[in-house]
């Protein structure tokens, strides 16, 4: 695939999913995680392990959902994936106590995915991160993701609705957000 | 206290499916600058009705072109912050191509103030410069550019900033224009000597303390 047809997947794909197709919303997700793993990877290579690399591109795509709202749908979306990136790369790599890295301004289309054999490997910064929610929340999180029960089903064994359930997942993510950020800060 | 969610570790794979969960399309950071400046605006305009107002002349100054010049500058400066503060707001916002907009208005500034030398005797230069408002204009403009820096600064926390210390500054500029343009609707000092010399100065102080607090809250 092109560089030029790609960034119009992507920005159709989330056109879309900013439309309300959270199936669209997945697929654009899912196909930016091989480049975000890409980048992480490289800055990791010298550094770290794979697992940090893949803590980073947990809060990459944390950034990107949390954040969506201030792409404008009439421009190209690779721009401003790769300026997301580039800020959270920063981000995450203070936070793990390096004063200064340099992230070269490369262009998110040019980069060469890398999503081989690391289909296994896990995170667990934000496995500690999730838990500092509070209950219902965790268990809400803990359903969707580890346990890979839809919203709905969510909703129907916590006996909640599904409205309470979208509710408390936002506010979870939101929160999760402010957690990656307090401990940028205290760097 | 920190728990493990499951003692088992999430794969990426796993937080997309939780991400996509949360799909719900977000407000753009563009209508939330509009509810912004919405806000600003009416929590300065109360202000500034309730407790400064207009000029008692303000029938007859609306007739003067130096009145209404204070207008023209800083409804521009207002105008091209808020323009500049959508962009700046955004992780991809360069300072390359929109920054001329933000010289607009220092730029008819100094030339209403160069008009202005040439039109004074040089005997009048002084008064028209120093004046008696010089202070008014140093508290009340950072005053009723309180609540719509709250306003903005609020709305760029939906934003992602690259740089949350120039997007705060940025935010300041955008509220001093508000304050501005009421503030010279009471001030009688139309000059542009006295425009030139004391708004950019009050308008400086906003920015700062926008950078200042900019740096601490807009880090996303």
């Known amino acids: ?187 | 206290m920190v728990h493990s969610i499951a003692g088992v570790q999430m794969k990426t794979d796993q937080f997309v499916e939780l991400l996509s969960g949360d799909a719900a399309p977000p407000r753009t950071l563009q209508s939330v600058l509009i509810l912004a400046g919405a806000g600003g605006a009416a929590s300065a305009a109360a202000l500034f009705f309730a407790a400064i107002g207009f000029r008692p002349d303000i029938a007859e100054a609306l007739g003067s072109p130096r009145f209404l010049f204070k207008f023209v500058i800083t409804l521009s400066l207002a105008i091209t912050a808020c323009v500049a503060a959508a962009r700046f707001g955004r992780p991809d916002g360069q300072m390359t191509r929109k920054a001329f907009l933000l010289v607009i208005a220092p730029a008819l500034l100094l030339c209403s103030a160069l008009v202005e030398l040439f039109a004074l005797p040089e005997s009048q230069w002084m008064p028209h410069l120093v004046d008696h408002n010089a202070r008014f204009c140093l508290t009340l403009i950072p005053l009723l550019a309180i609540g719509p820096l709250g306003c903005f600064l609020a709305a760029l926390r939906h934003g992602a900033p690259s740089n949350p210390g120039l997007a705060g500054a940025i935010a300041g500029l955008a509220a001093s224009g508000f304050a501005a343009t009421l503030y010279a609707a009471n001030c009688n000092d139309d000059s542009p000597l006295f425009v030139v010399t004391w708004y950019p100065m009050a308008i400086v102080l906003v920015s700062f303390a926008g950078y200042l607090i900019g740096r601490r809250v807009l880090r996303w």
């Open chain 1, 1 to 187: 695939m092109t560089a030029a047809s790609k960034d119009a997947d992507w920005t159709e794909l989330m056109r879309a999913a900013l439309a309300g197709d959270s199936g669209a919303y997945r697929q654009f997700l899912l196909a930016v995680t091989p480049y975000i793993r890409s980048v992480a990877r490289k800055r990791c290579a010298t550094y770290a392990a794979d697992g940090e690399a893949e803590d980073v591109v947990q809060e990459v795509l944390l950034a990107i959902h949390l954040k969506r709202g201030t792409w404008d749908p009439s421009r190209s979306i690779g721009p401003w994936t790769g300026a997301i990136i580039r800020n959270k790369i920063i981000d995450a790599f203070r936070r793990r106590g390096r004063r200064r890295i340099d992230v070269p301004i490369e262009d998110v289309m040019d980069i060469l995915p890398a999503a081989e054999q690391t289909s296994e490997i896990s995170a667990r910064e934000i496995d500690t991160l999730l838990g500092q929610l509070k209950l219902p929340q965790r268990e809400i999180v803990r359903s969707i993701s580890l346990d890979g029960r839809s919203v709905q089903q969510t909703a129907a064994r916590l006996c909640m609705s599904e409205g309470a359930v979208r509710v408390s997942l936002h506010r979870a993510l939101k929160t999760l957000g402010a957690l990656y950020r307090r401990g940028t800060d205290e760097d």
